[in-house]
């Protein structure tokens, strides 16, 4: 019989590219795994990460079958980002990318008489064969997910087909009710003497359903005649068991949850599932942990998965790579529709290895994770325009959905474009679905932007599914202030902007989905925003998972059937001013706020109440009762509020954009723009103008003050940004400039001759 065998302990490890050991070396440092070297300078903002080639070893004992001809794996969960496998001194395999799990057949390289050496070299520098090629998150490196023996006998169940459990489960759901579940097992080394037994059993562990087959034979239908929906609400699961036989004997046995559900999508009416509208309303995960970056447990993924069914989403896109197992079985279990998706992301590279390297990608996320009744769409790509278009990536696109839909028919597949994305590009005729980032009222334009565009778009393609796959703020929970403003990082602007989208998406239920960007606050070592280096603090919880923002429960108030209440600005401690604004969440028709004891007002409102109240000196006691829940916090008047409360940063980009038309000079800022030959211009890409360090001097200074970034040529998000031209970065971020801005940067450029 297979034995799964877990060797996670006992592991030696260097962060040094040693070369491969004879024995093992003892000298290495002792690690358990999950481990990444990068758990804390992936993220802790003191400059770049370590990107290298390094070196695990471990022994491990030839697992024993009984009859001769059993074989013996090594499964690796998964490796950040490339890796090889070694047995006995022997390569065994080779892997490219970091997400996704891979078995090596090292049968022929074990020895029956003494400890075998496994020794794994991972290795997270950049290929340019492999993605992710750069983008806003760390490329944490090491065996993360855990490393198992696999040993079956000679006749087993595939391991070899692209890290899949050797079997392909697709419920039908009938028209009468019921289903068909169509099971097709991969066997090898089976004779004619072998059968294969299938078993379904409900969540009760009573059998719905059974067949027998030849080993040889073609896919099988099994009917389930009262099979139960898998549902956001009622997440029914089946287990499919399946079993290879030979006579009276069990040779190999495994097992997957599935479920039974159908779903659609309408360019008009958004998402159905069970031919139920649904608008999927919820938020996008990155996996990673504070010092502990993606080097995580069971009980994590889970946390995780509890937190999101705490703010009642009923979807998760799981960005921006194949997620661990145990999430998307978390994700099966408490119901929530899924989009996975590969790293096709940002960068786009023309070397054909990069593509073959897409193509593998996304033959082990489908393969891997078919059996997932949550996973309803296949991402193929995720703001790939950021660098431009041309015919070979919209090949590929097209290869890639043809891929998708020929190993999944049953699954839609979808794309998240950057938002300066043309509204006629090619990239929209290509996959089901398509969905646009947008951060209107973060890096460019208004909050109050985001309803229009998504109308006016929706208008005028009237056949296209439209999703918001990303949207979002920074909310750092330092800073607070009476008047939040875009780009002052508040933990009350983060609020603001959720209230307004959660709104605007509440009233469009044709939008098929829209995705926070993020529920967590994550790692991006290249980053340094807001005061904090090395983070995206976009989430709704820190990265730690210890606090919800307040944004948290805007959402919980919008899409929780869990009564509740909540009281804004608690971090908001000490306010100065006559009066001051109490921001209150509720799913409930009515609050009522008390001060100190006496109530101060009743409201009725939709989610949001807001109290103006005036604070005693001192401390004040606030609570909010909303039917049967309640919430309750301090604040204290103050004279000044805390100078910290504001980033210095804000009132120097305020100054800096008012000296900046200073320098320009007399000049008409609406007309329009010219690229005379000979000059520079905002149309030429940064790396283009990085050759002229005058010209790029202006450019930096330009896009600091439109984005908060600083950058510098080959590094932090160089590799991503350099593709970009002023023009598109501006037209991104724009938003809260003045009028005329990209204009006059555009005629300080074209001041500088260019010299060939
Ligand atoms: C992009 C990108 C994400 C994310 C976001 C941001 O939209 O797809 O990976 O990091 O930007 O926060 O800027």
Redesign the pocket.
Known sequence: MRQSIPINSGWRFIQEDAGLPDTLPTGWQAVELPHTWNAVDGHDGRGGYDRGSYWYAREFETPCQPLPGGRVFVEVLAAGQQAVVFVNGKQAATHAGGYSAFRADVTALCRADAPNLLVINCSNECLDSVYPQS???TFYGGLYRGVNLISVPEAHFDLMHYGGPGITVTPRPCDCGGAHFEIDARIVNADESFTVLYSITDDTGREVGDACRPAGAPAVMVPVPEAARWDVESPCLYTVTATLLRRNEVYDEICCRTGVRDFSCDPQKGFFLNGRSLPLRGVSRHQDRLYQGNALSRDDHWQDALLIQELGANTVRL??YQHAQDFYDACDALGFVVWAEIPF?SVFNQDPGAHQNCIQQLRELIIQNYHHPSICFWGIS??ILIGGISEQLVENHRMLHALAKELDPTRLTTI?H?SMTPEDSPLHDITDLISY?H?FGW?GGKMEDNGPWLDRFHAEHPNLCLGLS?Y?CEGILTYHGPEPACKDYSEEYQTLYHAHMAKVLDARPWLWSAHV?NMFDFG?AARNEGGVAGR?N?GLVTMDRKIRKDSFYVYQAYWSRNPMVHLCGRRYAQRAGQTTEIRVCSNQPEVTLYLNGSCIGVQRADKMFVFTVALRDGFNVLKAVAGPVQDAMTLEKVEREPEIYVLPEVNERREGVANWFSTTGSMDLHAPMTFPAGSWNVRYTMEELAACPEAFEIVKEAAKLATGFQITPGEGMWSMLKNMTPESMLRMAGGQLPDGFLESLNVKLTAIARKE
């Open positions: 983008a806003d998150f960005a921006h992301i995720n703001e998240a950057v980032n951060y890096y990303e979002g960007w991006c995206n976009k």
